[in-house]
């Protein structure tokens, strides 16, 4: 009768042991409101007493946090299964000129990273198209599939097309970078693992890893084990990808804002696009 997720943590052959607790149940925990806006209803039909604890605790935040140093095995031997499975470089030849996210998440997007990067840095947009989500005057070298896209990226001063599923090693030297952004993308990686200790590799000392992700994908292209997993799970997936080269963890959620109403989507889908982003810095 619940739709609130669990943990296994246990498998046995007589059964499994499940923990119903909440992900964050006895973590220390700091609530902060800020009113950013006020809209007048027109007629008045009545109200609900808000619950803000729940209504910011409910449906899943805490599932990327390690369970008791406990790393989730996500491993299946059908994990990477996918709808098409013929080669990404054919899939991906036709270029798609279109946006991953709508303008509001894209707004979330850009403004986490412009607290993280600046104009100093030599960064790599990992898995690169059209938009790199870098603030005015930030540069990148792009690795991609498609070079119409990348081309057409304002932010980009050279991009290189690159088949990660089929290829793992990063055509680049060590400590080459200072970040490394990948938007939107993680879902379709066949090897998650190896390309993170790539990314580690081309990463200067303390460099930072930025992965973000939304509930959108080419259905063609996405894993079975990221369809499966649950919104925040995934990024708790995205760190154990990074876990081995990777430290200093955050995990950031932007959720239930309003789409705009200039979006095509506007009247079928009133929720923006929720936003996930987790960082690490390389140990």
Request: net charge negative; glycine share 6%.
């Amino acid at each position: 009768q619940t739709l609130q997720p669990m943990r296994i943590v246990d498998v046995r052959e007589d059964g499994i042991a499940v923990d119903c607790n909440h992900p964050l149940a006895g973590a220390p925990l700091l609530i902060r409101v800020t009113v950013e806006d006020v809209s007048n209803h027109l007629k008045e039909r009545g109200g609900r007493c808000a619950d803000w604890v729940e209504d910011a605790l409910a449906d899943g935040p805490g599932m990327q946090r390690i369970r008791d140093h406990v790393h989730t095995d996500y491993s299946e031997t059908d994990a990477f299964e996918r709808r098409d499975e013929q080669q990404d470089s054919d899939f991906y030849y036709k270029p798609r000129m279109v946006s991953h996210i709508d303008s509001q998440a894209q707004k979330h997007l850009l403004s986490h990273v412009t607290g993280l990067i600046n104009a100093d840095m030599k960064v790599l947009d990992l898995m690169s198209s059209l938009q790199s989500h870098l603030p005015q005057g930030v540069t990148a070298t792009g690795l991609g599939m498609n070079g119409e896209e990348m081309q057409a990226n304002d932010r980009l001063t050279e991009w290189i097309i690159h088949d990660l599923n089929a290829n793992q090693i990063l055509p680049f030297s060590d400590a080459a970078f200072d970040a490394v952004c990948c938007h939107l993308s993680f879902e379709y990686l066949l090897h998650p693992q190896k390309i993170m200790a790539e990314t580690a590799r081309v990463l200067k000392q303390g460099g930072l890893c930025i992965i973000s992700f939304s509930n959108r994908w080419f259905p063609e292209k996405v894993t079975k084990i990221w369809q499966q997993l649950h919104d925040f799970e995934r990024m708790g997936y995205v760190m154990g990808s990074m876990r081995e080269h990777f430290g200093d963890f955050n995990t950031v959620s932007y959720r239930n804002w309003l789409r705009p109403e200039d979006d095509t989507h506007y009247f079928e889908l009133r929720r923006s696009d929720p936003l996930y982003i987790v960082t690490g810095h390389k140990m």
